[in-house]
């Protein structure tokens, strides 16, 4: 038999709703959302839009999907966006631009603080010739690997773009972690940017769902995309009650998460085959020589501890509502035991 996963720090998707969270999801007061009939629903949209300083928001059944109605709501077949190489839009969504949208991406490489260097956007934008595509969004993500970005640069990123007639869209799957974080608004946040799309599945720790907020055209456009991709829900305020107990109980709680990274991450930079290279809000990223990856996972999976091992450069351990202080205090006591 196999030793019971203890710690899932894979990634802040695995939370289980809480029972509190369960209850308000039972109360849920329900329609036909597709007839636009959900109360629920509405309130959820309007409640993010609001936060984000938006006319609408558009209740999707996850992050990919609302990036991808955002891309097919901004641009048009022979449109072109920019992109970080590492972002998720454009690595870790099946190419979904490029496949329904005919959206050719040009990806431009992330800095280490995840910014896409304004002089390389700048290079990637194409003059109006045949030749081209043509260049219509600019997109980045917040947090960024758990990286807040530089205000400054965000400002002076989405400012280029508008001068240059360009769309904005922001990734903002882990927004909320960048609000508690930094003490920016999700409002200050959203600023300079036409879309933003939140998650409330990851940290929030909601089962199901993400919301696309943005100018009252755009998400009507969207809602078409939405309807295309087989988003349109029926009864999902059961849903989105989840997501509005999330805002009102789980977003202050996050700090929690960010201070058992930053303890995480403290406690294994004494583990001696372990280099950590970096730790910001709630995500620890460390470095394992190559050829010990394999014996980290058996080690680690025999201790019934999971972490991403594999498909990032360096191994991600990510804290989240279902980590408490035992869990963290555990993980390091098993990581300075591997090679030791
Ligand atoms: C998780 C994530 C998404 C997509 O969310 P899903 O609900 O898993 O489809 C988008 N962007 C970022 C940065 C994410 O971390």
Known sequence: ??????????????????????????????????????????QLESRLAQAFGFEKGMFVPSGTQSNLCAL????????????????????????????LGSIQPQPIANAEDG?????????????????????????????WHGRVLDPEYVSAATSWARAQGLATHLDGARIFNAAVASGQTPAALAEGFDTVSICLSKGLGAPVGSVLVGPAQVIACARRWRKMLGGGMRQSGVLAAGALHA????????????????????????????????????????????????????????????ASIGYLPSVRLVTHLDIDDDAIERSIEVFARFDA
């Open 1 to 42: 038999m196999s030793t019971p996963v203890l710690v899932d720090l894979r990634s802040d998707t695995v939370t289980r709703p809480t029972l509190a969270m369960r209850e308000a999801m039972a109360r849920a007061d329900v329609g036909d959302d597709v007839y636009g009939e959900d109360p629920t629903v509405k």
């Open 72 to 99: 097919l709501a901004h641009c048009q077949r022979g449109d072109e966006y920019l992109v970080g190489m590492e972002a998720h839009t454009y690595k870790y969504e099946a190419g979904g631009a490029a496949v």
């Open 115 to 143: 910014s896409l260097p304004l002089a390389a956007l700048v290079k990637a934008v194409k003059p109006d010739d045949v030749h081209f595509a043509r260049t219509r969004l600019l997109t980045l993500e917040n947090t």
């Open 247 to 306: 805002l009102d109980h789980h977003v202050d709680r996050l700090a929690e998460d960010h201070a058992r990274a930053a303890r995480l991450a403290k406690g294994l930079g004494r583990a001696r085959a372990i280099e950590v290279r970096a730790c910001h809000t709630n995500m620890v990223f460390i470095d394992v020589p190559l050829a010990r990856l394999d014996a980290l996972r058996r080690h680690l999976e025999a201790a019934g501890i999971r």
